[in-house]
């Protein structure tokens, strides 16, 4: 059974940040990707970014390149989503999901809670 534990979510201001970790327990059947993607009410569940455990390949959507960075500790099992120059349209609730190395959220088995960011102007 896997579990994600999504935290460090938010209120903040318009070109804050925020970091946001997940930490991944339990077997991971050979998934090799950890993604964050966000959600706001009405709106389909949005890809943010990803990056594979292994190598540590990442990718960005458009909208967050350059402000967001995606990492990872292997030991720790945790992924971080280090959040820069926020803006009133990242607003959402962000998700992390373990999966295979795509943008596509179909792509992705396990999901966490979510963690609310907000950012106000």
């Known amino acids: 059974q896997v579990q994600l534990v999504e935290s460090g979510g938010g209120l903040v201001q318009a070109g804050g940040s925020l970091r946001l970790s997940c930490v991944a327990s339990?077997?991971?059947?050979?998934?090799?990707?950890m993604g964050w993607f966000r959600q706001t009410p009405g709106k389909e569940r949005e890809f943010v970014a990803a990056?594979?455990?292994?190598?540590?390949?990442?990718t960005y959507a458009d909208s967050v390149q350059g402000r967001f960075t995606i990492s990872r500790d292997n030991a720790k099992n945790t992924v971080y989503l280090q959040m820069n120059n926020l803006k009133r349209d990242d607003t959402a609730v962000y998700y992390c999901?373990?999966?295979?190395?795509?943008?596509?959220?179909?792509?992705?088995?396990?999901w966490g809670q979510g963690t609310q960011v907000t950012v106000s102007s």
């Open positions: 999901a373990l999966g295979y190395y795509a943008r596509d959220p179909s792509r992705y088995d396990y």
């Open positions: 339990g077997r991971t059947f050979g998934r090799n990707t």
């Open positions: 990056i594979k455990w292994t190598d540590g390949r990442t």
